[in-house]
T-cell receptor
Framework: GESVGLHLPTLSVQEGDNSIINCAYS??????FIWYKQESGKGPQFIID?????DKRQGQRVTVLLNKTVKHLSLQIAATQPGDSAVYFC???????????FGAGTQVVVTP | DAGVTQSPTHLIKTRGQQVTLRCSPK?????VSWYQQALGQGPQFIFQ???????QRGNFPDRFSGHQFPNYSSELNVNALLLGDSALYLC?????????????FGSGTQLSVL
C-alpha cells in the first residue's frame, strides 16, 4: 500500500552543525506534507508544513524541501542545538479528512 | 490558550476489559482525530470526529469506537482489549479537519494491556 518512509532511523549530529532528515513518499496524490518533532513522553509537535505547489519553505532555523519528481521530502535544521534531540516524523496528507500518513520516524541525537 | 488536553496520562488494563480515553481540543477547534502510536513507530490514524459524527475512519476494527460531544470534546472507547492494543493514544485537533490542515496533538494516553 501507500506509505511514507524515512531513509535513516538514527541521525547523530554535533551541536552547531546542520541536520538533514530525509523522507520518501509513495502516494502521488498527496499534496500536503508536514514535519513533526516528538520528544520523549510528549505528543508530536508541529514544525513546518509545505504544499505540493511549493518546492521549499523556510521557518525559524528549519527548511523543508519537496522534490515531487522523485517523491522526496527533507527537513534541514540549521545550527542544531541539544533541544533539537527528538524523533522527527514526516507525514503526508491531502487525500482524506484529518488523516495524516506518518513515517516511522528518525531519532536525532545531538552530541556536544 | 490551552492546547489539546488528554486524560488520563497513563492507564493499565487487563485483556478483555474496556477503556475510555478523553480529549479536549485546542480552543477554537471543532474537529478531533485519534491516532494510535505503537512503540518505535509513527502514529496510525484511527478516526476523525466532526459535528459529533465519525467523518473518516482508518483501518481499525469495530472494537474501537468514539464519540464527540457538543462542546467538541471527544472520547475513544476500546472494547475487549488485546495485548496488542498497548500503545500511546494521541488526540489531535484542527480547525475544520480538512485534508490540507495541520493537526495539533496532545501528549497522549499511554495504555498498557496486561
Amino acid at each position: 500500500g501507500e506509505s511514507v518512509g524515512l531513509h535513516l532511523p538514527t541521525l547523530s549530529v554535533q551541536e552547531g552543525d546542520n541536520s538533514i532528515i530525509n523522507c520518501a513518499y509513495s502516494n502521488s496524490a498527496s499534496d500536503y506534507f508536514i514535519w513533526y518533532k516528538q520528544e520523549s513522553g510528549k505528543g508530536p509537535q508541529f514544525i513546518i508544513d509545505i504544499r505540493s505547489n511549493m518546492d521549499k519553505r523556510q521557518g525559524q532555523r528549519v527548511t523543508v524541501l519537496l522534490n515531487k519528481t522523485v517523491k522526496h521530502l527533507s527537513l534541514q535544521i540549521a545550527a542544531t542545538q541539544p533541544g533539537d534531540s527528538a524523533v522527527y516524523f514526516c507525514a503526508e496528507g491531502g487525500d482524506s479528512w484529518g488523516k495524516l500518513q506518518f513515517g516511522a520516524g528518525t531519532q536525532v541525537v545531538v552530541t556536544p | 490558550d490551552a492546547g489539546v488536553t488528554q486524560s488520563p496520562t497513563h492507564l493499565i488494563k487487563t485483556r478483555g476489559q474496556q477503556v475510555t480515553l478523553r480529549c479536549s481540543p485546542k480552543s477554537g477547534h471543532d474537529t478531533v482525530s485519534w491516532y494510535q502510536q505503537a512503540l518505535g513507530q509513527g502514529p496510525q490514524f484511527i478516526f476523525q470526529y466532526y459535528e459529533e459524527e465519525e467523518r473518516q475512519r482508518g483501518n481499525f476494527p469495530d472494537r474501537f469506537s468514539g464519540h464527540q460531544f457538543p462542546n467538541y470534546s471527544s472520547e475513544l472507547n476500546v472494547n475487549a482489549l488485546l495485548l496488542g492494543d498497548s500503545a500511546l493514544y494521541l488526540c489531535a485537533s484542527s480547525l475544520t479537519g480538512g485534508p490540507n490542515e495541520k493537526l495539533f496533538f496532545g501528549s497522549g494516553t499511554q495504555l498498557s494491556v496486561l
